[in-house]
């Protein structure tokens, strides 16, 4: 079964501006993952969380979990246009080896 | 490494014909994941392997669809007989471990697969 959700389904934002999206689970988990899909490409891992971390920066990404209302989120700050693709989060259940995604995030940053 | 590569990239079979995927994850790399994008149903997880062994299956559609993998550097999917509705991309991804040591996946670039 799936374990990510992301919300909202599509972001369109101006370059520069920060862009967040959200990701909610069903079960314990042991880690979370976000990963970036270019258009017609493969998934790209981006920033993982592990479920005793509460927040984790790299570069202009930064990453929180709530394990208490299952769900994270991504901030990326002053977005480019480069930034455009879909964005997805996968999450690896606890005393499980399933990673499983949500329907993703499309995001859009106009120039 | 080249990274997990996956072939052929693109597929147009007609219905009722055996199509088969194949897949070949990053060397020493322990757990093997196939999965099938859709726009409607999104990234789903069919089947996935550690050590050349599958794990879950629960993800696999139907009976028409089945998977392997004979040995460390390889794996295929095989969809027999094909229908309109397995049309979607199919990825294959590798990782060196999971769970609490937490790994990230690394993704081929997918299988388009047009079922006409």
Known sequence: SQ???????????QEGENATMNCSYKTSINNLQWYRQNSGRGLVHLILIRSNEREKHSGRLRVTLD??????????????????????????????YQLTFGKGTKLSVIP | DAGVIQSPRHEVTEMGQEVTLRCKPIS?????????QTMMRGLELL???????????????????????????????????????DSAVYFCASTPLFGNSGTEAFFGQGTRLTVV
């Open chain 2, 28 to 36: 020493g790399h322990d757990y093997l994941f196939w999965y099938r």
């Open chain 2, 47 to 85: 089947i996935y392997f550690n050590n050349n062994v599958p794990i879950d299956d629960s993800g696999m559609p139907e009976d028409r669809f089945s998977a392997k993998m004979p040995n460390a550097s390889f794996s295929t999917l095989k969809i027999q007989p094909s229908e309109p509705r």
């Open chain 1, 67 to 96: 394990t208490s209302k299952k769900s994270s989120s991504l901030l990326i700050t002053a977005s480019r246009a480069a930034d455009t693709a879909s964005y997805f989060c996968g999450a690896i259940g606890a005393g499980s």
């Open chain 1, 3 to 13: 374990q990510g959700e992301e919300d909202p389904q599509a972001l369109s934002i």
